[in-house]
């Protein structure tokens, strides 16, 4: 087994742009959960699918 030879530290710069990408990737997930939870909720009731469209779960309450 050989041992990976060691990479120096990043920088405090290198650091502070993985930061940033990594929060706006945060958000961006962020926005997307909201959204298929929104789309989750949906049935014919709240919606403008028909009523045949909703799972069975949804139909037989």
Known sequence: ???PP???APSYEQLAELVTALSAEV???RAENAELKRRL???STNSSTLPSQDSL???SQ
Do not use: F, T
Request: net charge negative; no cysteine.
């Open 57 to 59: 779960a949804q139909q």
């Open 6 to 8: 060691e990479q120096p």
């Open 41 to 43: 909720g949906m049935d």
């Open 27 to 29: 958000a961006a997930l």
């Open 1 to 3: 087994m050989s041992v």
